[in-house]
């Protein structure tokens, strides 16, 4: 078990001496955001998700809801997110309460499989499906709940295919829940759940930048930053690191569209 902290909401009123409700945007884009790149991440699978006011998106393993609130923020369009953290999905509706866009973004508890809809416009997933075991499954239910020609945008973590990275991660802290496949075989796999491709892009390079920028904020005590709200959070994000500058672990990008 990973995700296991509760009462986020309070942890992060305490660090901040805050209520969330008055938080910056600047401090909450450091909180919220549970993946390599934050804030900017996010931006670069904007544009290929070809998202507008009146369409609504599927965001898969939502966390504590920063892409969810950003992507409606930046697009005007609606998002669904959905996370089988019970806390996560909590955290993500109560700070959507307190800052917005609560009127366009909303959070069920529950796997995709469980949701009974198969209209979405879009569809994208962010540092998730390295805790998915079969990732066929994963991907064939994302696809049945888009229209045709919908896109998928994907931002994950994969093995290179020598070496295992040090324990703990981001996403496992003992590495029971930790299913790594290589880039070829997730692009495979996603292109074989009924999806083609757009775009594969090797993000590694861009995702260590971004650590090397927000590192040192993360281990000298600054801001409250995600990591040093999580159960060991600092070790697992600098274990990340390290399985990529030791080329263990990759980023990948991907563009899709729903055949
Ligand atoms: C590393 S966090 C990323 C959260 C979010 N995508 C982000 O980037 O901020 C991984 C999330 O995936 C969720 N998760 C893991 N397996 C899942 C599954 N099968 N279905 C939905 N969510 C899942 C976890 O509960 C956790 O919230």
Not at 141 to 168: H, N, Q, T, W, Y
Request: hydrophobic fraction near 40%; charged fraction near 20%; include cysteine.
């Amino acid at each position: 078990m990973t995700y296991t902290e509760t009462d986020l909401i309070g942890t992060i009123e305490e660090r901040t001496a805050e209520h969330i409700g008055a938080l910056s945007r600047a401090q909450l884009d450091d909180i919220d955001q549970f993946h390599a790149g934050g804030t900017a991440a996010v931006d670069r699978l904007l544009p290929s998700l070809r998202l507008g006011p009146g369409m609504t998106a599927l965001d898969v393993g939502s966390g504590l809801g920063g892409p969810a609130r950003q992507v409606a923020r930046s697009t005007g369009c609606s998002v669904l997110g959905v996370d089988i953290t019970p806390s996560y999905v909590e955290t993500a509706a109560a700070l959507t309460r307190a800052v917005g866009p609560a009127d366009r973004v909303e959070f069920h508890c529950t796997d995709v499989s469980g949701l009974d809809r198969s209209d979405f416009e879009a569809a994208y997933t962010i540092h998730v499906q390295m805790n998915v075991a079969d990732k066929g499954a994963f991907f064939a239910a994302i696809a049945a709940r888009l229209k045709p020609g919908a896109r998928l945008a994907v931002f994950e973590v994969c093995r290179a295919g020598r070496g295992d990275p040090d324990l703990p991660l981001p996403w496992s802290i003992d590495g029971t829940d930790s299913f790594l496949a290589t880039p070829d075989e997730l692009r495979g796999c996603i292109e074989a759940s009924g999806f083609e491709t757009v775009e594969w892009a090797d993000e590694t390079g861009w995702a260590l930048e971004w650590f090397h920028q927000v590192g040192a904020r993360m281990t000298q005590g600054g801001p409250a930053t995600l990591p040093t709200l999580l159960t060991g959070g600092v070790t697992r994000v600098l274990n990340f690191a390290g399985g990529m500058n030791t080329g263990i672990l990759t980023v990948h990008r991907g563009s899709f569209t729903r055949r």
